[in-house]
């Protein structure tokens, strides 16, 4: 039997297609924020922070990348309610989305710092920094200039991985997509054009990551 294509359909549809990817871009936006300024701080943490701190964040990134994030996107908006915590869809998306990416991005962070020469806090406290300017200007500036790469993969990963999100019935792109397909029964149609927004998507905030790193690093990016 022969399966005519019919792409027709966007055009009754395409509202829901732009709130998807709006919501995409929004869930993006937030989890990269605030997930890389919690990744840096689990980062100083691990590496620089007390004692009695260390151990505390290494349960949490060992926790969180060693689980499913469905799971833990379940347990926030599923499980939190149990104990009096309720939040809406995109409140428990969002928290997940931060959550996860600073697991990851706390070892990837961590790595750049810990490849810091420990000549060079010994030379910012020689010019008379603080402990917090030491780290600012002296370690966490070159760890992310040495990381941005790998960091910026992370934020793109977790933009992709975001698509689990529908399974909370937050209105992301996916779940444009799967309402979409359960009106017109287009499903080859439908995902395929979902497939390439998420391309798009992700070849844009890739794109746009690096030309924000050459913003914020350009000696490295000179050299």
Not at 14 to 28: R, S
Not at 111 to 139: C, D, H, N
Not at 183 to 206: G, N, P, S
Request: proline share 4%.
């Amino acid at each position: 039997m022969n399966y005519a294509f019919d792409f027709g359909w966007l055009l009754d549809y395409w509202p829901v297609l732009v709130k998807g990817i709006a919501v995409t871009l929004e869930l993006t936006l937030v989890g990269g924020v605030l997930g890389v300024s919690l990744g840096v701080a689990c980062a100083w943490a691990r590496a620089l922070g007390p004692g009695w701190l260390r151990p505390v964040v290494a349960a949490y990134v060992e926790l969180i990348r060693n689980t499913p994030f469905l799971i833990q996107l379940f347990f926030i908006f599923f499980g939190l309610p149990a104990l009096g915590v309720r939040m809406g869809e995109l409140e428990a998306a969002n928290l997940a989305m931060v959550i996860n990416l600073g697991a990851y991005g706390c070892e990837i962070v961590r790595a750049g710092i810990q490849a810091t020469p420990k000549g060079q806090f010994e030379a910012g406290a020689s010019l008379g920094m603080s402990r917090i300017q030491t780290f600012w200007y002296v370690v966490l500036i070159p760890a992310l200039q040495r990381i941005w790469p790998a960091l910026s993969s992370q934020i793109v990963i977790v933009m992709l991985g975001s698509a689990a999100v529908s399974q909370i019935a937050a209105e992301d792109l996916t779940f444009a997509a799967n309402f979409i397909q359960s009106r017109t029964f287009r499903a080859f149609e439908t995902y395929f054009v979902a497939t390439l927004i998420y391309l798009a998507l992700a070849i844009a905030l890739r794109q746009g990551l690096r030309g924000l790193g050459w913003t914020l690093f350009p000696k490295r990016t000179a050299r």
